[in-house]
């Protein structure tokens, strides 16, 4: 039975050079595969797939419309799929995380998904949301803080290199707009533990007000 994989990490911690090679690896045994990535997402050029390390693939662009599921199966019915990537996948919507795990159902098409867990204000996409909730595995890929401990937030920087925590969630950018942190420096850069805290439902300490 195929299952629905996400890689999720935090920043620049090699997420598309991981499904890069994943998807080298089916296509050096001579089995197709179908890539996706964020339609909006144009660093390495309008669908591509691109990492740090300079590799890079062409993908098909998805938007919040896209019918991925029915594009997949198109695609399969002429050239049977051994496996599907989908890059930036915090961006799919909770639809399109439901097509993804039919396909893995219903047409026996593995699913690799590899994206965020969180935004720049700690809270969940909802992509991974979904993929969180429904995906069979999930895999953590490892990036490291500056401390030396194992980053697991993203914060979002100014042209000063200071901290941003007000705007929207999705804003593009590399290592001029974001850095991997740990949860201790993101809060403590941030200033926003307990806002943080409030937003996710979870109880004060002594002596807070509401």
């Known amino acids: 039975m195929a ?11 090699g997420k598309s050079t991981t ?5 080298f690896n089916y296509r050096e045994r001579g089995m197709h595969t179908m890539l996706w990535t964020a339609a ?11 990492s740090r390390i300079g590799l890079a693939a062409g993908a098909h662009g998805f938007t919040a419309d896209t019918n991925i599921q029915g594009a997949v199966l198109a695609e399969h019915a002429t050239d049977p799929l051994a496996c599907v990537l989908v890059d930036e996948a915090q961006f799919l919507t909770g639809s399109q995380v439901m097509q993804l795990a ?13 994206g965020l867990r969180t935004d720049f204000r700690g ?6 949301a979904a993929l969180l909730a429904l995906a069979d595995a999930l895999i953590e890929i490892k990036s490291v803080c500056e401390c030396g401990r194992k980053a697991t937030m993203n914060l979002r920087i100014d042209a000063e290199g200071e901290a941003v925590i007000e705007g929207a969630q999705t ?6 707009r974001y850095i991997a942190l740990c949860r201790r420096h993101f809060m403590e850069r941030t200033g926003t ?4 805290f409030r937003h996710r439902g979870v109880g004060g300490g002594a002596g807070e007000t509401s």
């Open 102 to 114: 039919r396909l893995c159902d219903q047409a026996d098409i593995p699913v690799l998904a590899y």
């Open 123 to 128: 809270r969940l996409f909802a992509g991974s």
């Open 3 to 13: 299952k629905l994989y996400f890689y999720y990490a935090s920043m620049n911690a």
């Open 19 to 23: 499904l890069l090679q994943a998807d």
């Open 171 to 176: 804003e593009i950018g590399g290592n001029d």
């Open 40 to 50: 909006h997402d144009d660093r390495a050029g309008q669908g591509v797939i691109g």
């Open 193 to 196: 533990a307990q806002a943080v």
